[in-house]
């Protein structure tokens, strides 16, 4: 009985050292576990251990080192994209502020990764996503505008300008982005020093749509406002050129055909634009 009681305190100041840092010492460690212990175990014994749940109640104020501090963080921004790599439509980011209490709530909804859910779903959880998270923004950059900001720049620094307009606008302790550039910590000091708050912790992240709810939720709201985009585009043209990406053979079809007759729906920076101009020039000039 006392070995299995020791190892499960043992387990208990584990758990706390994960979520306290500061309390990896010996002697402060097992003080606190001890505490801590006694009294859940005294909980237990008026069948309150079910109202409260230390684990339960540990994920939801993360502590997190930051120049030499310990900070509590009761929120996060998560921050996605929907729509980098296609020729037509806009490119849509967008950031959302979870309170880390409500983290519960978007997985009890199903939030995941927008790219595992079907359309339906996602147009299902777009509402009730920004009912529970804090705060949200969401920004569309047009093809145009696409356009004429790749005369400066490239597009993972388009991402990060408009980032950091989102970071800026909502504002928060912590932020993690899905990161688009193949230097995680560069891409994340870029942002953070244009930040109005330098105090601002920036994780950038591979693949975080998978691994962070927060920016699930924002991966969601992202590409269901590029969707729609997409359908209001249509309707407007009264014309249908698929999903805009080129690997959708009707994307291709119609670029090929109209790819100098809508300016407003394609990226002409695009290699897969210039290069259905220059078969259209070079079949121009064979017919000459």
Same mark, same amino acid.
């Given at each position: 009985?006392?070995?299995?009681?020791?190892?499960?305190?043992?387990?208990?100041?584990?758990?706390?050292?994960?979520?306290?840092?500061?309390?990896?010492?010996?002697?402060?460690?097992?003080?606190?576990?001890?505490?801590?212990?006694?009294?859940?175990?005294?909980?237990?014994?008026?069948?309150?251990?079910?109202?409260?749940?230390?684990?339960?109640?540990?994920?939801?104020?993360?502590?997190?080192?930051?120049?030499?501090?310990?900070?509590?963080? $009761?929120?996060?921004?998560?921050?996605?994209?929907?729509?980098?790599?296609?020729?037509?439509?806009?490119?849509?980011?967008?950031?959302?502020?979870?309170?880390?209490?409500?983290?519960?709530?978007?997985?009890?909804?199903?939030?995941?990764?927008?790219?595992?859910?079907?359309?339906?779903?996602?147009?299902?959880?777009?509402?009730?996503?920004?009912?529970?998270?804090?705060?949200?923004?969401?920004?569309?950059?047009?093809?145009?505008?696409?356009?004429?900001?790749?005369?400066?720049?490239?597009?993972?620094?388009?991402?990060?300008?408009?980032?950091?307009?989102?970071?800026?606008?909502?504002?928060?302790?912590?932020?993690?982005?899905?990161?688009? $550039?193949?230097?995680?910590?560069?891409?994340?000091?870029?942002?953070?020093?244009?930040?109005?708050?330098?105090?601002?912790?920036?994780?950038?992240?591979?693949?975080?749509?998978?691994?962070?709810?927060?920016?699930?939720?924002?991966?969601?709201?992202?590409?269901?406002?590029?969707?729609?985009?997409?359908?209001?585009?249509?309707?407007?043209?009264?014309?249908?050129?698929?999903?805009?990406?080129?690997?959708?053979?009707?994307?291709?079809?119609?670029?090929?055909?109209?790819?100098?007759?809508?300016?407003?729906?394609?990226?002409?920076?695009?290699?897969?634009?210039?290069?259905?101009?220059?078969?259209?020039?070079?079949?121009?000039?064979?017919?000459?």
């Amino acid at each position: 009985m006392y070995i299995t009681r020791f190892t499960e305190l043992w387990s208990f100041r584990i758990r706390l050292i994960k979520y306290f840092p500061f309390l990896a010492t010996f002697r402060t460690g097992y003080f606190v576990a001890l505490t801590l212990f006694l009294i859940r175990k005294c909980f237990s014994l008026v069948k309150l251990s079910t109202v409260i749940d230390w684990h339960r109640y540990l994920e939801k104020w993360r502590v997190y080192k930051c120049s030499g501090f310990i900070v509590f963080v $009761s929120g996060i921004i998560g921050i996605d994209e929907a729509g980098r790599g296609p020729v037509i439509g806009p490119l849509v980011l967008c950031g959302v502020l979870v309170e880390l209490a409500k983290e519960e709530e978007l997985r009890s909804l199903g939030v995941k990764d927008s790219k595992l859910l079907s359309t339906q779903r996602r147009e299902e959880l777009f509402e009730p996503i920004k009912t529970v998270v804090k705060n949200y923004k969401i920004v569309s950059v047009s093809a145009q505008e696409i356009d004429a900001l790749m005369q400066h720049i490239n597009l993972n620094m388009i991402e990060a300008q408009k980032s950091i307009e989102i970071i800026n606008s909502l504002d928060c302790d912590k932020v993690i982005l899905d990161c688009p $550039s193949a230097n995680l910590n560069a891409y994340a000091s870029v942002i953070k020093a244009k930040l109005n708050n330098k105090k601002i912790e920036v994780i950038a992240q591979f693949k975080a749509d998978e691994k962070y709810l927060s920016v699930g939720a924002a991966s969601i709201l992202a590409k269901v406002t590029r969707d729609r985009a997409i359908q209001a585009l249509k309707e407007k043209y009264d014309v249908d050129f698929g999903s805009g990406y080129m690997s959708d053979v009707v994307t291709q079809k119609f670029l090929g055909e109209n790819y100098d007759k809508y300016p407003e729906l394609f990226r002409t920076c695009w290699i897969s634009w210039q290069n259905a101009k220059a078969k259209k020039m070079q079949k121009m000039l064979g017919e000459f």
